[in-house]
């Protein structure tokens, strides 16, 4: 006993050298209200938090009417290359933000990114701290946003990509109700729709009915429902209400109809690079870049990570340059690779941390670096990528704080956008010289996007995007040599967006756009709305007898994007002009970080791992029809603010006979390889106790394909057993049966997984598949101590996830020495002692053949080996998509299987050959995935055998 002691103390002790080591260099500022905790490559971020995260707490508070009743931490991650942040209550409110600034996206209206994100986190962790705060993610995250732009210049409601979204949604007759704008959607536009609307209700809300009556939402009452509480705020039905919000979106009085390209149809069309010959465009929902002529012939360039940002083509045509995000050991990382369009493969050499890479001449890229909260126009030689030339920096203090886009515009010369949140310009800068010109519009095009590179008969073409508050986005072009601006000044539906020209040479006759009004989208709105009419205008776009330029775009619908084309001729022909730019002369709008504010001190992982957070609730037993084996379940769960440590207690009280289950488990979430210790003293079904605690070790290994999974494990584990008797209920505890039978296992696993996700967009029926292969295999050893036996088990399984039929197929088998599987138990067990080999398994349980009264049976011999087949046919997948009426849950999909399993499992015997024996089953499972994250369900299965009893359970699985 003082041995096993003395491991676990040794165990947990290297644990926390492991984590004090990892964590030695975070520093942590206090503040009246915050931790802010920091590396030292953070401290600029962390002294803009100093500075003002008190003044947003009260400012926040005074806006909602509400006290701040808790202190938190603030944990500000640094390295990372994608802009994040959350708020969460688990196990207590703190707050996470990525030190980095946004890519040109929903957050690309930020100036002050960093103080910005927080805001709208914090505005989570204020407005949230009531009792029972049960309103769904669209009323949550819409104050959020809503706070976020309460300054009238920065945030998503100052931004007009996020009222394209609106205007466009009641355009397409799509705007959703306040259910289906409720939650977590897990297809397109997934959860999007939530923060879309859910801050264009609060905005609707806060304008008409005014902050004070709107804050009643963020304070404790007797009506905690959304439906309720509405009507007792505002004293109309929640339904009026969100009717009058849509009826308030405002559209353009003339919307021309977009022209499609070819037959592309509805598809996930985003990103887009056009040559001589074509165009590529990625779609998102196959998961693939294609490249189109402009007849509309295409063919698949190859299969692309869903991570994909951006496109770039040489200035020749020969190369395209493809940005995505991959995971390396250090996490997210911006990769760039070229693939050679004759050669139909990509080239051995990539560039890392590079955002919206792109060619900048034949031989060399530029992109973007980020630090922080600083941006860095680089240049790198394409066949050397350590050699990189810093041409343009933007950041908190500077004229400018962000940088996207960088595009080829003309021999040494680069084009970009320069950004503060919405004001943005367009600066060309010389790779020579390092002179930098500005671009002077005749009249403001503000919140430029989509900034293009197009290589035409006269030169070099940049297009892009653009578009006041009010309107669809449109498009521009401009010659860099002629100062020729070209402005689409008419609205299309769907928008303009990534505009690229097509081949001149190879242009089709002209089309006559549609006529008709607009339609509705097939799957219409329980909203109280009607699609806009769309103006059948004198000149449809596209339509233009001897086009000097025909653009090919992507139009961004509701629930969909497509290819359109426009022609040149609904551009009106301006003039614009270069003037020279002053970074010296500049005015700067950003708030520039004061580092002398703060008072660091090392950071203490245990000044808030002792803060849990307690749940009760019952414990239902796996096989409904013994109800009598309910227990009062308690768990406490525990973590420190920058996720390095995390701990879980689970216990269950069994009270009629008394035991006390519990399973104890500390995780220590290091990179590359994470570890976890568990301790454990567990009821298995009122069968029989396990007592021991296991060691385990994960190396996920990251791949540069995002639908490979790679991972090797390894564990230990030491375990003792007791077997409980048929009369174990007459007993007053379990606790009077022997422990005996230690165990010591080892096992070492790997995992190879391609898994290629895809999405229908136009059913509800089988909206969502998944295509690929999954291959696991492991080596198990286990030492018996009082026979002194050693035993030993390979196992190994390979599933497959069919292509065109929504059917799963997994094979599994195994062979041991010394020890067999126990299908009755799900478990490897020594033979000729009742003991149990831990860790995991791969072979199916098949505890529905565990009847009352039944032996399990038992190997006689060292060897034995087993076979199993497990397949499941789904028969139904519906898409639900709506939020419940009154909890914060989020119903996706309802799904309808039906399964086989069977498993012939050779038991050896002393006195003659293996025996082999065989088991058999169907089950059906039904299941309602919740939030995107969660099915809860139920299963029946039923052991195909003489007299046989199907058993009945409730179906739970939880990603968060």
């Known amino acids: 006993m003082y041995s096993r002691k003395k491991s676990f103390f040794i165990i947990v002790y290297s644990l926390w050298l492991i984590a004090h080591a990892i964590g030695a260099g975070l520093l942590v500022h206090k503040t009246e209200y915050f931790d802010i905790i920091y590396a030292k490559e953070s401290e600029k971020s962390a002294a803009l938090l100093a500075e003002y995260a008190d003044s947003y707490a009260k400012e926040i508070a005074g806006r909602l009417d509400k006290q701040i009743l808790v202190r938190m931490p603030v944990y500000i991650l640094a390295g990372a290359e994608s802009l994040n942040g959350y708020f969460t209550f688990f196990p207590y409110p703190r707050i996470v933000v990525f030190d980095t600034v946004p890519e040109d996206g929903t957050l690309g209206n930020l100036t002050d990114s960093m103080l910005k994100v927080f805001y709208h986190e914090l505005t989570h962790a204020i407005s949230l701290i009531y009792f029972l705060p049960v309103l769904p993610l669209s009323f949550n995250e ?126 996930g069309f985003k990103f887009t690079a056009a040559n001589r010959q074509g165009f590529a465009c990625f779609d998102f929902t196959q998961k693939e870049v ?176 653009w578009a006041e508050k009010g309107m669809l986005y449109r498009a521009a072009t401009y010659n860099p040599k002629t100062n020729a601006l070209k402005v689409l000044q008419e609205d299309i539906s769907g928008g303009v967006f990534y505009p690229v020209v097509l081949a001149q040479d190879t242009l089709p006759a002209s089309k006559t756009g549609n006529k008709t009004p607009h339609k509705r989208d097939s799957a219409e709105s329980t909203a109280d709305t009607a699609p806009v009419s769309v103006s059948p205008a004198a000149i449809p776009a596209g339509e233009n007898k001897q086009p000097a330029a025909m653009l090919v775009y992507t139009g961004v619908h509701a629930k969909y994007n497509t290819l359109y084309t426009v022609s040149e001729e609904l551009f009106a022909e301006k003039q614009a002009m270069l003037t020279d730019y002053m970074p010296d002369a500049a005015e700067v709008p950003s708030i520039s970080p004061k580092t002398e504010l703060l008072a660091p001190k090392k950071y203490r992982y245990l000044s808030w791992m002792w803060r849990v957070f307690p749940l009760l609730y019952v414990a239902l037993p796996d096989d409904i029809k013994n109800i009598n084996q309910t227990g009062l379940a308690f768990d406490m769960y525990g973590i420190d603010p920058t996720t390095l440590l995390s701990f879980k207690t689970a216990s269950i009280f069994y009270f009629k006979p008394f035991f006390y289950h519990t399973h104890a488990n500390l995780a220590v979430n290091t990179k590359p390889v994470g570890f976890s210790v568990q301790l454990y003293d567990l009821n298995n079904h009122f069968r029989y106790r396990t007592v021991g605690g296991a060691l385990d070790a994960s190396f996920p290994i990251p791949s540069k394909n995002g639908y490979q999974h790679i991972a090797l494990n390894a564990g230990i584990s030491a375990e003792a057993f007791s077997f409980f008797s048929k009369d174990y209920a007459m007993q007053k505890t379990l606790y009077g049966y022997k422990l005996g039978n230690a165990v010591l296992s080892e096992q070492i696993s790997f995992r190879y997984a391609y898994l290629k996700p895809s999405v229908a967009l136009n059913t509800p029926f089988f909206a969502k598949s998944i295509t690929g292969v999954d ?40 062979a041991g020495y010394n020890a067999y599987y126990t299908p009755e138990l799900g478990t ?113 299965a039923h052991p195909i055998k003489k007299n046989a009893l199907g058993k009945l359970k409730l179906l739970f699985t939880a990603d968060f």
């Open 142 to 267: 819409g104050a959020a946003v809503s706070y976020e732009s309460l300054d009238g210049q920065q945030g998503r409601l100052h931004d007009p990509l996020f009222y394209h979204h609106l205007m466009q949604g009641k355009i397409d007759g799509c705007t959703p109700s306040w259910q289906e704008a409720a939650g977590q959607r897990d297809v397109y536009p997934g959860a999007f729709w939530g923060y879309l609307y859910g801050a264009g209700f609060a905005d609707y809300l806060q304008r008409i009915y005014g902050m004070e009556s709107y804050a009643q939402y963020w304070q404790s009452s007797f009506f905690i429902f959304p439906q309720s509480k509405t009507k007792h705020i505002f004293g109309k039905p929640l339904k009026s209400l969100w009717s009058e919000f849509i009826q308030n979106i405002q559209t353009p009085a003339v919307i021309r109809l977009p022209v499609p390209f070819q037959q592309t149809g509805k598809a």
């Open 290 to 465: 294609r490249f189109y002529t402009s007849t509309g012939a295409s063919r698949k360039l190859f299969t692309a990570n869903q991570s994909l940002s951006h496109l770039s083509f040489s200035p020749d045509g020969q190369l395209l340059l493809v940005t995505d995000i991959i995971q390396s050991l250090e996490g997210e990382k911006h990769r760039s690779v070229i693939f050679d369009m004759a050669a139909k493969r990509f080239l051995p050499t990539e560039y890392y941390s590079l955002r919206t890479a792109a060619f900048c001449g034949n031989n060399h890229i530029c992109g973007v670096q980020t630090d922080g909260q600083y941006s860095r126009l680089v240049i790198a030689d394409m066949h050397n990528a350590d050699t990189q030339e810093e041409v343009f920096s933007a950041g908190p203090g500077m004229p400018y704080t962000a940088i996207y886009d960088p595009v080829y515009a003309g021999e040494n010369t680069i084009a970009f956008i320069a950004a503060n949140g919405m004001n943005r310009d367009i600066l060309f800068i010389n790779q020579n010289t390092k002179k930098i010109q500005k671009l002077v519009f005749p009249e403001p095009l503000p919140a430029i996007r989509c900034l293009q590179t197009n290589t035409t008969d006269e030169g070099t073409l940049l297009t892009f995007s």
């Open 775 to 814: 291959v696991r295999t492991g080596v198990k050893h286990g030492y018996h101590f009082e026979s002194h036996i050693h035993a030993g088990i390979l196992q190994a399984l390979v599933g497959f996830h069919a292509p065109l039929l929504p059917l799963t197929v997994q094979c599994s088998g195994y």
């Open 828 to 940: 490897y067990t020594f033979f000729n002692h009742p003991a149990f080999m831990g860790l995991s398994t791969y072979l199916p349980p098949m505890t529905e053949h565990l009847q009352d009264g039944a032996a399990v049976r038992q190997s006689g011999g060292n060897i034995n080996t087993g076979f199993a087949f497990d397949t499941e046919l789904t028969l139904l997948s519906y898409e639900i998509q709506t939020g419940s009426s009154w909890l914060p849950i989020f119903y996706n999909r309802f799904t309808l299987s039906f399964g086989y399993k069977n498993m012939l499992n050779f038991l050896g015997d002393n006195s003659a050959a293996l025996m082999p024996h065989f088991y058999q089953s169907v089950y059906g499972r039904t299941a309602i995935t919740i939030s995107g994250a969660a099915k809860l369900g139920i299963e029946y």
